[in-house]
């Protein structure tokens, strides 16, 4: 019953896809608006079979349907309500049907949107490339990776559980599918560049059309990446948050190519330019996330995070190549007209500045894309298995990354087209001091790494540059109204929400890029071996062993230690790492304990529990300001949601000012939203 159901609303999606691009097709070449409408109702038929088929899994997994091969690969009867739940993304087929209700869901959002220029060209195609995209992903599931496949044989009475790592942490709750809902979503602005190719509007109407929709799938992925860094932290008991492990690296790639694509936007909205730069940026991060999907479920790669050996390789490059060959097709048959009107009047201005910025993100991006690919390669070539470890990503990242916030610092307060020393020195000059402070206090009474002092020293100097620019313009906003701060704050970000929540997404980027340069240089790690009673003091802490307990269920049995940890006298708790062995694996599982504070964090380890003797083996690392990743995650979020945020616009005549670039040190006369940017107006529709 429920994998007929399942099966069904696979060939619901299908069968809805397929008809709904010969709908949209005919529509958009016939000019027929009957034809247009029948394909924008095949969407929602799409996104009911996704709903019909991802509904008939979980009702499969809840009531432990071990008749169907993935739930009796992936649940078992002891395995708790949640990791019953998030069993659906626990293994390939599962993570495919994730993926497509996730992007029935968009198109459904984008078909309902624009209801009202269903006649446009530009809607008609880039539904017809979506519902293309949704086709690959249905037609993949039902003959490469049925999720409801029958098990063979004798069905059993009970499964194996999902692995052991996607059952230790609530985490995986959440991180894949803030991953799934930023991989996804990049779908629409592709599919709306492809259209703007195709129609030959490639100005900026079809930016304006995406712009929501990509600043959320940038946000979601983000999220997704931090969560992923913690549940790495908070899980795999190494002691950190990032290895540049393949898959990490698969997540970063789009996200790279994203937010250099968010960047140049701004750039065309506002003097017509990066119209190339824009369109190869999303393509390529559309493309990144395939690839993404490639290295993460094909079976290629060897990871904590990746998926097993599977066939749908194959598939998936097939897939890759059909989008890569079309997007550069596309862009080089339009290459005559792709020409910007505008042009780079100096290179001391916001969109000198930005296009640095791109071509930064851009050796970013080709940096890991190389050292993640290269092994795979190699093998390919020669059949010899190579190593690309974090040395050769943090010596060919750390010099980017560095220049990177130093433009993140200095973009936000230069003027569009031209500016002059004067404007220059008001607005940097302050920022710049307290920067240099920094990096002589750092040397002074820290550390001498470069790394580190450099990267305190840009972070206050890119905190600085940020405050400054809020502060002058809600002091603008405060005598103009006569308003008291925080309502001149309040003013002030919802005249133009989308520059100040790039300042808070700023600022939280800055807060990370300090956490990390700190990590780099302080801290400490130690294994020791402790019997009860006994203590070990690393850099300060003291962690004193005082017990031990077994518990045992259906689902696991775990060894834990209690470790109380004192501070130079001062209690601060007992914690309790573990040991944990689950049904469905014979290696037992750790689970760390962390004691989080705002400058160090005291992370513990179980390396070995309890032998005859009563000895254990503990390891104990002292991690500095890893809290503020988190922090710095949950700023960026926070200025998202604020960018997303409709602007007010105030009937209000305002005294004439200085031409916007040119002496003006009023952060209000920089406006970023490119609202008031004739080239930013969407393009007529052509007759």
């Given at each position: 019953?429920?994998?007929?159901l ?10 809805g896809?397929?008809?709904?691009i010969v709908?949209?097709l005919r529509g958009?070449?016939r ?5 247009l409408?029948?394909g924008?109702?095949?969407?929602f038929?799409?996104?009911g ?15 432990h349907?071990?008749s169907i091969?993935?739930v009796?690969?992936?649940?078992a009867?002891?395995?708790?309500t949640l990791?019953?739940i998030?069993?659906l993304?626990?293994?390939l087929?599962?993570s ?8 029935a ?9 624009f209801?009202?220029?269903m ?6 195609w880039a ?14 599931m039902a003959v490469?990776?049925?999720p409801?496949e ?10 194996r ?6 059952q ?5 709750a ?30 900026e ?19 997704g ?6 549940w ?12 540049w ?8 790639l789009?996200w ?6 968010i ?13 190339v730069?824009?369109?190869s ?6 493309a990144?996330?395939?690839?993404g ?8 790669i ?6 097993s050996?599977?066939?749908i ?5 097939s ?11 596309l ?15 100096s ?5 000198a500045?930005?296009?640095a910025?791109?071509l930064?993100f851009?050796?970013?991006a ?5 050292g ?13 298995t ?10 060919m ?8 916030l130093?433009?993140?610092a ?5 003027p569009?087209r031209?500016t002059s020393?004067e404007?220059l ?6 920022p710049a001091y307290?920067?240099?402070l920094t990096?002589?206090?750092t040397?002074a ?20 540059a ?5 502060f ?14 925080v ?15 790039g ?6 980027v ?7 340069a ?8 130690r ?14 802490y003291?962690?004193?062993y005082t ?5 045992k269920?259906d689902q ?10 004192s ?21 037992g599982?750790?689970?760390p ?9 005291v ?6 529990s309890?032998?005859e003797?009563?000895r254990i ?11 503020w ?7 960026m ?5 604020v960018?997303?945020?409709?602007r007010?616009r ?6 004439t ?11 209000r ?7 008031e ?6 393009e007529?529709v052509?007759a």
């Amino acid at each position: 019953m429920r994998a007929t159901l399942g099966i069904l609303g696979i060939a619901i999606g299908i069968g809805g896809s397929a008809i709904g691009i010969v709908f949209l097709l005919r529509g958009v070449i016939r000019h027929d608006a009957a034809a247009l409408r029948s394909g924008r109702a095949c969407v929602f038929v799409v996104l009911g079979g996704a709903v019909l088929a991802v509904g008939a899994m979980e009702w499969a997994l809840l009531s432990h349907d071990f008749s169907i091969r993935y739930v009796a690969e992936n649940n078992a009867r002891a395995t708790p309500t949640l990791f019953t739940i998030t069993g659906l993304w626990a293994a390939l087929e599962g993570s495919i049907l994730l993926w497509a209700v996730i992007l029935a869901g968009y198109l459904s959002f984008t078909a309902h949107r624009f209801r009202s220029r269903m006649e446009d060209p530009m809607v008609g195609w880039a539904l017809a490339v979506g519902l293309a995209v949704a086709f690959f992903f249905f037609l993949f599931m039902a003959v490469a990776a049925n999720p409801f496949e029958l098990v063979k044989g004798v069905v059993p009475l009970d499964g194996r559980g999902p692995n052991p790592l996607l059952q230790n942490h609530p985490l995986m709750a959440f991180h894949p599918p803030m991953l799934y809902l930023g991989y996804v979503g990049f779908t629409i602005p592709f599919s709306f560049a492809i259209a703007a190719l195709i129609t030959g509007r490639f100005g900026e109407g079809w930016l304006a059309d995406t712009r929501r929709t990509t600043l959320v799938a940038w946000g979601f992925l983000t999220v997704g990446v931090l969560l992923g860094a913690w549940w790495s932290y908070e899980v795999l008991g190494w002691g950190g948050y990032w290895g540049w492990d393949p898959v990490e690296n698969a997540s970063l790639l789009p996200w790279l190519t994203a937010t250099a694509f968010i960047h140049s936007v701004m750039v065309q909205e506002r003097r017509g330019m990066l119209r190339v730069w824009n369109l190869s940026l999303v393509i390529a991060t559309f493309a990144l996330t395939i690839l993404g999907t490639f290295l993460t479920r094909s079976g290629i790669i060897t990871s904590v995070h990746a998926f097993s050996q599977s066939t749908i390789g194959p598939w998936l490059l097939s897939f890759l190549f059909i989008v890569m060959a079309t997007g550069i097709g596309l862009i080089a048959w339009r290459a005559d007209r792709l020409h910007a009107p505008g042009r780079i009047d100096s290179p001391v201005s916001r969109e000198a500045a930005f296009l640095a910025n791109n071509l930064l993100f851009a050796g970013l991006a080709f940096v890991v894309l190389l050292g993640t690919v290269f092994p795979l390669l190699a093998e390919a070539v020669r059949g010899s298995t190579l190593s690309v470890g974090a040395p050769y990503f943090e010596r060919m990242t750390t010099p980017l990354g560095l220049l990177l916030l130093f433009l993140m610092a200095i973009a936000p307060a230069l003027p569009w087209r031209a500016t002059s020393g004067e404007v220059l020195q008001n607005r940097l000059l302050g920022p710049a001091y307290i920067g240099g402070l920094t990096m002589v206090a750092t040397v002074a009474f820290l550390t001498r790494d470069w790394t580190t002092v450099v990267g305190f020293g840009l972070g206050a100097f890119s905190l600085a540059a940020i405050v400054r620019e809020t502060f002058v313009a809600v002091r603008g906003r405060r005598r103009a109204d006569a308003l008291g701060w925080v309502g001149a704050l309040r003013r002030t970000v919802a005249g133009n929400p989308r520059r100040y929540g790039g300042l808070v997404v700023h600022s939280g980027v800055v807060v990370i890029a300090v956490a990390l340069a700190s990590s780099g240089s302080f801290g400490a790690k130690r294994e020791v071996r402790l019997t009860v009673g006994q203590a070990a003091t690393v850099n300060g802490y003291t962690v004193k062993y005082t017990g031990s307990h077994a518990t045992k269920n259906d689902q696991k049995d775990a060894v834990s230690v209690d470790l109380a940890i004192s501070h130079h006298g001062d209690q601060l708790g007992t914690y309790a790492p573990a040991i944990s062995t689950f049904r469905n694996a014979n290696q037992g599982i750790g689970t760390p304990s962390v004691r989080t504070g705002f400058l160090e964090d005291v992370y513990l380890t179980l390396v070995s529990s309890p032998n005859e003797r009563g000895r254990i083996t503990v390891g104990i690392a002292i991690q500095s300001m890893t809290v503020w990743i988190w922090i710095g995650g949950g700023l960026m979020a926070l200025g998202t949601l604020v960018a997303l945020a409709p602007r007010v616009r105030r009937g209000v005549t305002r005294p004439t000012a200085p031409r916007r670039g040119v002496g003006n040190d009023d952060p209000r006369g920089d406006d970023d939203s490119g609202g008031e940017s004739a080239v930013a107006r969407p393009e007529p529709v052509p007759a």
